[in-house]
């Protein structure tokens, strides 16, 4: 499953919303109902972080500024209010199908 | 809290090998599938493999078909990457990662460079 990501990146001045999407190559929904999209950060020099799983599920510690939403195949990120510790990349991942797949990743720089 | 620590990367001629260890902590082990993920420098992610909780499946990516084999030992809390017929391609830091369906804790990584 392809996995496209728009913007290639992002400036952003503190405090004003952004956005991502992220689209895949075939329905994310898998036979068991669920759908397996999830958002990572990745800061500089350190390992990617889960923010979003299953779409719309923040992980344990993330700020309710991040927010996902989607179904089937197309996907968004958004962040309320951005902060400058939100630099980095940001990657979707689908774990419906192997193999896993990315998308490209989106720079997410402060103004 | 769960640790995942990376270890046995560095640099290897080509056509050489590399065993990769993922040493987990602070969470039952094995009751998880393990990934193997990398990232070449400046690049996006690459998943490499996945391995059940118990080791009885495994499913490669194409890049690792064939010339890499992912393997655990639950009672020693530790997942391997065994790769051989190393390219520059592969050059990459490597990650492991917990959790088929959610890989919710990733380790720091260790870096393997291939140089020809």
């Known amino acids: 499953i392809a996995m496209t990501q728009t913007p290639l990146s992002l400036s952003v001045t503190p405090g004003l919303p952004a956005s991502i999407s992220c689209r895949s190559s075939?329905?994310?929904?898998?036979?068991?109902?669920?759908?397996?999209l999830h958002w990572y950060l990745q800061k500089p020099g350190q390992p990617p972080q889960l923010l979003m799983y299953?779409?719309?599920n923040r992980f344990s510690g993330v700020p309710d500024r991040f927010s996902g939403s989607g179904s089937g195949t197309d996907f968004t990120l958004k962040i309320s209010r951005v902060e400058a510790e939100d630099v980095g990349v940001y990657y979707c991942?689908?774990?419906?199908?192997?193999?896993?797949?990315f998308g490209g990743g989106t720079k997410v720089e402060i103004k | 809290q769960v640790q995942l620590v990376e270890s046995g990367g560095g640099v290897v001629q080509s056509g050489g090998s590399l065993r990769l260890s993922c040493a987990a902590s602070?969470?039952?082990?094995?009751?998880?599938?393990m990934h193997w993920v990398r990232q070449a420098p400046g690049k996006g992610l690459e998943w490499v493999a996945l391995i059940r909780s118990d080791g009885s499946n495994k499913y490669y990516g194409d890049s690792a078909k064939g010339r890499f084999s992912i393997s655990r030992d639950n009672s020693e809390n530790t997942l391997y990457l065994q790769m051989s017929s190393l390219t520059a391609e592969d050059t990459a830091v490597y990650y492991c990662?917990?959790?088929?369906?959610?890989?919710?804790?990733w380790g720091q990584g260790t870096l393997v460079t291939v140089s020809s």
């Open positions: 991942m689908q774990s419906t199908q192997l193999p896993l797949t």
């Open positions: 075939q329905s994310l929904l898998h036979s068991g109902g669920r759908t397996y």
């Open positions: 602070g969470f039952t082990f094995n009751t998880y599938d």
């Open positions: 299953e779409v719309s």
């Open positions: 990662a917990k959790g088929r369906w959610m890989s919710d804790y």
